[in-house]
């Protein structure tokens, strides 16, 4: 279980390095992103996922590209894809 003080920011690229878009999930986190954390702490053992909408990049959250560009050597993740249409 998650400490209810911890907080997960989120960035996300398009390429290599270019930032599209911000978020934040957590216990100081506003609005979506607390509620989805407020959620996960409430039942610890079960997936809940959200779509989260990505907030405009701004001066602070630039740094975030100096601090993680060492997950470049690890690897990444593919951006989950959207539900299709039925």
């Known amino acids: 279980m998650f400490p209810s003080k911890s907080n997960q920011n989120v960035v996300t690229w398009v390429g290599h ?4 878009g911000v978020n934040r999930v957590g216990s100081n986190a506003e609005g979506l992103g607390r509620d989805h954390w407020n959620e996960m702490l ?8 959200h779509w989260h909408p990505l907030l405009e990049v701004k001066k ?7 601090r993680t560009a060492s997950f470049d050597s690890q690897g990444s993740c593919p951006s989950p894809r959207p539900p299709s249409s039925p």
Request: proline fraction near 11%; aromatic fraction near 10%.
């Open 17 to 20: 390095n270019e930032i599209i």
């Open 60 to 66: 602070s959250e630039k740094e975030w590209k100096a």
């Open 42 to 49: 409430a039942y610890p053992r079960k997936p809940i996922a």
